[in-house]
């Protein structure tokens, strides 16, 4: 068993940045891939990016350029820099582990 912890979020302008973070604590020894989806209201879960533990990133298409992922694995900590924000990525943003999913955190970008 894996449990996440998220912190981070909350209300921003648009424009603005947030850092979120992601403590993983349990089985951690079996922890592969990290890394962030999102669900906005009526929509449905998406990906936000990813990190393996050897440091490969992925991300969205409607990150690229804006959000950065990063990963301290002393830590068991899983990091998610969001820039020049707006309004479309407000939603509640899940931290994963592996198969294992945080309670999430929510994020409103204000416009």
């Known amino acids: 068993q894996v449990q996440l912890v998220e912190s981070g979020g909350g209300l921003v302008q648009a424009g603005g940045s947030l850092r979120l973070s992601c403590d993983a604590s349990?089985?951690?020894?079996?922890?592969?891939?990290m890394g962030w989806y999102r669900q906005a209201p009526g929509k449905q879960r998406e990906l936000v990016a990813t990190i393996t533990s050897g440091g490969n990133t992925n991300y969205a298409d409607s990150v690229k350029g804006r959000f950065t992922i990063s990963r301290d694995n002393a830590k068991n900590t899983v990091y998610l820099q969001m820039t020049s924000l707006t309004p479309m990525d407000t939603a509640v943003y899940y931290c994963?582990?592996?198969?294992?999913w945080g309670k999430g955190t929510l994020v409103t970008v204000s416009s």
């Open positions: 994963i582990a592996n198969l294992y």
């Open positions: 349990g089985s951690i020894f079996s922890i592969n891939i």
